[in-house]
């Protein structure tokens, strides 16, 4: 029993889903894949092609492993909501990049419910699947993200946008603006902070949004009132309230030239207000919106490293991405594109 998920690329709303706001993500073409059986026996066998890795480990006992942690946290999540399965062999295989913020971790959650979902026949649709994984990293994995990942690996395509309000969990699929593809390159750069510095900025955001009186930054209805919040507050919530209208503004219907126009506004606003940025994503950036056949270009994922993502006129990316490596890498920053994937790595 095999089945697949894939990674996920968010074009506007980032730092949003965990203020209860408004997302933009699609999915990549690289997958995650898991197959497993049952194997009679008393334990639990999982082993990660790519990482080389194995692990063993019973339902009264979370592995050591971390990355067998994401698919303990899939079975006990299974396990509370009144399903335990029995010892399985799962054999885990991807191609989606891992620690370049395009949510390897919600492809592997996602697969791994999925080939349960089939192999025993549960009755869990998409949205139930993503609920679960969420809850399987929360509470299993240690970070406490938001939904948008989750929900992107389990009903997103590459083809579409999946508009998500990330409170109400009302979407709507969304055709990517007319004649344009998408390309991801990574930076090259690690993101050693991201976790520690996201949960800063969600503990920062949690409290602008009490000193604001409001449940969560997706409530202020008054951007003014923002700027009587403190420093770094009040950028905090800047960034949040201003990406959560330009998510809103892109699914209006409008053309590429004015969604990439939001896109670079979202990166001016991540590094200037939300301050997730580096001075490789911005060279990055700076060198995909220069481009003339791309329309806009961000940083993408939590930040402090990782990817960025540009929106291009169709048929243009393999050749943009080639260029701005070239140009990128005379500074020995080890970039590498990552989507399309039908161009070779390199660096």
């Given at each position: 029993?095999?089945?697949?998920?894939?990674?996920?690329?968010?074009?506007?709303?980032?730092?949003?889903?965990?203020?209860?706001?408004?997302?933009?993500?699609?999915?990549?073409?690289?997958?995650?894949?898991?197959?497993?059986?049952?194997?009679?026996?008393?334990?639990?066998?999982?082993?990660?092609?790519?990482?080389?890795?194995?692990?063993?480990?019973?339902?009264?006992?979370?592995?050591?492993?971390?990355?067998?942690?994401?698919?303990?946290?899939?079975?006990?999540?299974?396990?509370?909501?009144?399903?335990?399965?029995?010892?399985?062999?799962?054999?885990?295989?991807?191609?989606?990049?891992?620690?370049?913020?395009?949510?390897?971790?919600?492809?592997?959650e996602v697969a791994t419910l999925r080939a349960l979902r089939q192999l025993f026949n549960?009755?869990?649709?998409?949205?139930?699947?993503?609920?679960?994984?969420?809850?399987?990293?929360?509470?299993?994995?240690?970070?406490?993200?938001?939904?948008?990942?989750?929900?992107?690996?389990?009903?997103?395509?590459?083809?579409?946008?999946?508009?998500?309000?990330?409170?109400?969990?009302?979407?709507?699929?969304?055709?990517?603006?007319?004649?344009?593809?998408?390309?991801?390159?990574?930076?090259?750069?690690?993101?050693?902070?991201?976790?520690?510095?996201?949960?800063?900025?969600?503990?920062?955001?949690?409290?602008?949004?009490?000193?604001?009186?409001?449940?969560?930054?997706?409530?202020?209805?008054?951007?003014?009132?923002?700027?009587?919040?403190?420093?770094?507050?009040?950028?905090?919530?800047?960034?949040?309230?201003?990406?959560?209208?330009?998510?809103?503004?892109?699914?209006?219907?409008?053309?590429?030239?004015?969604?990439?126009?939001?896109?670079?506004?979202?990166?001016?606003?991540?590094?200037?207000?939300?301050?997730?940025?580096?001075?490789?994503?911005?060279?990055?950036?700076?060198?995909?919106?220069?481009?003339?056949?791309?329309?806009?270009?961000?940083?993408?994922?939590?930040?402090?490293?990782?990817?960025?993502?540009?929106?291009?006129?169709?048929?243009?990316?393999?050749?943009?991405?080639?260029?701005?490596?070239?140009?990128?890498?005379?500074?020995?920053?080890?970039?590498?594109?990552?989507?399309?994937?039908?161009?070779?790595?390199?660096?």
């Open positions: 029993m095999s089945t697949e998920a894939p990674g996920r690329v968010n074009l506007l709303g980032e730092h949003t889903d965990y203020n209860d706001g408004y997302v933009l993500p699609t999915a990549i073409p690289q997958t995650t894949s898991v197959s497993l059986r049952e194997n009679g026996g008393k334990q639990f066998s999982v082993y990660a092609a790519e990482l080389a890795q194995a692990a063993k480990f019973a339902m009264e006992s979370a592995p050591h492993e971390h990355f067998a942690s994401y698919v303990y946290g899939c079975l006990r999540e299974l396990r509370d909501h009144s399903f335990e399965a029995p010892p399985l062999d799962i054999y885990i295989s991807s191609r989606v990049p891992i620690g370049v913020g395009l949510s390897s971790s919600a492809a592997l549960l009755t869990l649709d998409d949205v139930a699947i993503a609920q679960l994984a969420q809850g399987a990293e929360i509470r299993y994995a240690g970070v406490n993200c938001g939904i948008m990942d989750q929900m992107a690996s389990s009903l997103a395509d590459t083809r579409s946008m999946l508009f998500l309000d990330t409170r109400t969990l009302q979407r709507r699929v969304l055709a990517l603006p007319a004649r344009t593809e998408i390309l991801v390159i990574d930076s090259g750069v690690a993101r050693s902070l991201a976790a520690s510095k996201y949960n800063e900025r969600r503990a920062e955001c949690e409290q602008a949004a009490q000193l604001l009186g409001v449940k969560a930054l997706r409530d202020v209805s008054n951007a003014a009132a923002i700027e009587k919040l403190p420093q770094p507050l009040r950028r905090r919530a800047r960034h949040v309230v201003s990406e959560n209208n330009r998510v809103l503004r892109a699914v209006e219907s409008i053309d590429a030239a004015s969604f990439g126009q939001l896109m670079n506004a979202s990166h001016r606003s991540l590094r200037d207000n939300y301050e997730v940025s580096i001075r490789q994503l911005d060279r990055l950036v700076e060198l995909l919106q220069s481009q003339s056949a791309v329309h806009g270009a961000r940083l993408t994922g939590a930040g402090f490293g990782g990817a960025c993502v540009a929106l291009c006129v169709e048929g243009e990316a393999r050749a943009i991405g080639e260029r701005v490596l070239d140009e990128y890498n005379t500074a020995a920053q080890q970039g590498r594109i990552l989507v399309p994937p039908s161009i070779d790595s390199r660096v």
